[in-house]
């Protein structure tokens, strides 16, 4: 028997992004709205919602989408316990991650995209939500979380939205942009890169640019950023900079995630690559 109503763990991540695990019990929220998106995974057991003038269950692997305004219910369909994971972007934060925030660009008609259903069942889309839930217990960087936050947005819209929304996939024009940014990188490599002012740097919103970097460089900004503090350490360690020099001029948080990140790079740890230099 189930002896608990309801508990919730919340994790910031941003200021406009908090992860919320929640747990039902004997608990069954009533009818009500939000003024955001709700974006849900079922996690473990089974879930009964109200919506649209209808009752539905959904079990582990749904992805429950609610628009803003939307009357809806929630709770367990049954007396076992019923684990959700899920946040709630604001209603433009589809115009951040297509790249139209700033001023000048096209925005779209309705700050707010409507979906035409509010379940989805995509196994993919899932394992992403899940990864962005874990990454928040690591000491990955907060872009990482970036992307895999646009990655889960990306792939929801193209599946869910209710009219198509073209992606300007015209890569060759933003020559300039990519250029911008590399400069900035290679210029702050040792500093944090906020994926903010990178982009600020390159006159291009921090989502879309997100999404033509790896168009044009073929890996994502993360990755990029990666390899090149490993090329640079590795021109540090063979000059024979010690260890701790190194990950502390190229901005790593400290010694084990700088040789979590080389060693998958270059399949040696910071000290057997120093060491091929010492005579």
């Known amino acids: 028997m189930v002896r608990f109503e309801y508990t919730s ?6 200021d406009d992004l908090i992860l919320f695990e ?19 995974i079922i996690k473990q057991g089974i879930k009964r919602t109200y919506f649209n003038g209808f009752s539905h269950t959904f079990q582990r692997g749904a992805i429950l989408i609610i628009n803003p305004g939307e009357i809806h219910t929630g709770g367990n369909a049954d007396s076992t316990a019923l684990i959700c994971k899920a946040f709630y972007p604001e209603p433009n934060a589809w115009e951040e991650i297509l790249g139209y925030s700033y001023p000048g660009i096209q925005k779209l008609q309705d700050a707010a995209i409507p979906f035409h259903s509010a379940v ?3 196994e993919g889309i899932v394992n992403d939500i899940e990864h962005l839930f874990e990454l928040t217990h690591t000491n990955e960087s907060e872009l990482l979380l970036k992307e895999v936050y646009q990655r889960v947005m990306l792939r929801i819209l193209k599946k869910q939205a209710s009219s198509p929304l073209a992606l300007d996939e015209n890569v060759l024009k ?17 500093g944090s890169l906020l994926l903010e002012d990178i982009a600020r740097a390159a006159f291009i919103s921090p989502f879309h640019f997100l ?27 063979c000059q024979k900079t010690s260890i701790a020099d190194t990950l502390h001029t190229l901005g790593f948080k400290d010694q084990a995630h700088f040789t979590k990140v080389f060693k998958k790079i270059t399949a040696l740890t910071p000290k057997q690559y120093r060491n091929l230099f010492e005579r």
């Open 9 to 14: 763990q919340a994790k910031t991540v941003t």
């Open 22 to 40: 929640n747990t039902y019990g004997q608990f069954s929220c009533p009818k009500h709205f939000h003024e955001t998106y709700q974006i849900e």
């Open 120 to 122: 989805l069942y995509d």
């Open 174 to 190: 933003y020559t300039s942009v990519i250029h911008r940014a590399k400069e900035y990188i290679n210029d702050n490599i040792a």
């Open 211 to 237: 999404r033509v970097f790896k168009k044009v460089s073929g890996i994502t900004l993360h990755q990029y950023i990666l390899s090149l503090k490993v090329e640079r350490a590795k021109q540090l360690l």
